[in-house]
Nanobody
Framework: QVQLVESGGGLVQPGGSLRLSCASALNIFEFNSMGWYRQAPGKQRDLVAKITVGGTTTYADSVKGRFTISRDGHKKMLYLQMHELTPVATAVYSC?????????WGQGTQVTVSS
């Protein structure tokens, strides 16, 4: 059963850092790709970063150089390290994985950037 559980969200001040984690019930290398999406209030859900099974990473232009996606196969974990956060980053962040032609989502974790 594919299960993705995010953690690590919370309130952070502008300029601060936060690391999100996504725990997978499956071996993460079974997925074609994994990634992080975010959805701000009243907006569509957008890709933040993703990593393929081969290790190729993709980032949204707005986060390049500040966010890093990584994974730990032994722990079956996906991470998103975020630096230099701004209020624009306030959103629900969701872990995503693709397996064959199916998409799987975590429940999301709230990130709020505010002073």
């Amino acid at each position: 059963q594919v299960q993705l559980v995010e953690s690590g969200g919370g309130l952070v001040q502008p300029g601060g850092s936060l690391r999100l984690s996504c725990a997978s019930a499956l071996n993460i290398f079974e997925f074609n790709s994994m990634g992080w999406y975010r959805q701000a209030p009243g907006k569509q859900r957008d890709l933040v970063a993703k990593i393929t099974v081969g290790g190729t990473t993709t980032y949204a232009d707005s986060v390049k150089g500040r966010f890093t996606i990584s994974r730990d196969g032994h722990k079956k974990m996906l991470y998103l390290q975020m630096h230099e956060l701004t209020p624009v980053a306030t959103a629900v962040y969701s872990c995503h994985a693709t397996l064959l032609r199916y998409d799987y989502w975590g429940q999301g974790t709230q990130v709020t950037v505010s002073s």
